[in-house]
């Protein structure tokens, strides 16, 4: 699900961007969840409450706090770099004091469904692209997700269960794969296949218990493995993060 956020202290521009955002063409992309702000503190408590967005509309001169503070606090506090940030101006001269906070474009207002249309689509590329990100299609429509919250894959028959650690720690998702192909587009240097069906997150495994054979990850759940497999999995420990 391709989230976005939309923040502006004017109703009349966030309902603007709402109705522009879900005219977009999104095909295979599923539809957007977007989420509406009308004030800076309303999206700063979401955002300290863990909630994150792929696409973020920001007005620059907010009523409460500048869009610029908020930015700051989502890449220098929150470290995160992967939501892609639009500030939306009606003045010019900012671009300068923005540069450090890595924004996608910048949308003069009044608004131009074009402009905006044209964010969505390289947002969505550079989504695509990146690969700290994991994607993948339930009924035709495409989910990203994190690297980082991904506990583990495991096989489910011809499907694969993704078990996740975001916003909504324990979430699953279900979707048609083969085991084989997912562990080809993870990163081996984090992802250990702990036997056929089943592929963890060195990020997220929180005890090894080498006499029962089992692998403990932080959302509690027990991985087990056969004993010959120990030394490739210790191994892996000890290059991942000096063993566990």
């Keep these: 699900m391709f989230r976005i956020g939309i923040c502006d202290d004017e109703p009349l521009i966030c309902t603007e961007l709402e109705r522009i955002v879900s005219g977009y063409a999104w095909h295979g992309n599923g539809e957007p969840e977007t989420e509406s702000f009308h004030s800076g503190q ?47 101006t009606s003045k010019n001269g900012y671009e300068m004091q923005l540069f450090n906070v890595q924004p996608l474009d910048f949308l003069r207002k009044p608004l131009s469904s074009a402009r905006v249309y044209e964010c969505i689509s390289l947002a969505l590329k550079r989504l695509g692209r990146r690969n700290d990100t994991f994607s993948f299609k339930i009924k035709g429509d495409r989910y990203w997700i994190r690297v980082k919250d991904i506990i583990y894959f495991q096989g489910a028959g011809r499907r694969i269960r993704l078990i996740s650690a975001g916003e909504e720690p324990g979430k699953e998702y279900m979707f048609y794969e083969k085991m084989d192909a997912v562990a080809e587009r993870v990163d081996k240097s984090v992802f250990l ?52």
Excluded at 60 to 76: F, K, N, P, V
Aim: proline residues 0%; contains cysteine; hydrophobic residues 35%.
């Design 42 to 88: 309303e999206l700063k408590s979401r955002i300290e409450r863990g909630h994150r967005f792929d696409l973020l509309f920001l007005d620059i001169e907010l009523g409460d706090m500048t869009g610029l503070h908020i930015s700051r606090m989502i890449r220098r506090e929150m470290e995160d770099h992967m939501t892609e940030i639009v500030f939306i």
């Design 193 to 244: 296949r702990t036997h056929k069906n089943c592929l963890i997150n060195g990020c997220h495994i929180a005890n090894k218990k080498a006499a029962s054979c089992e692998i403990e990850m932080t959302n509690g759940h027990v991985i087990s493995y056969h004993k010959r497999k120990s030394r490739e999995i210790n191994e892996f420990l000890d290059a991942f993060g000096g063993g566990v």
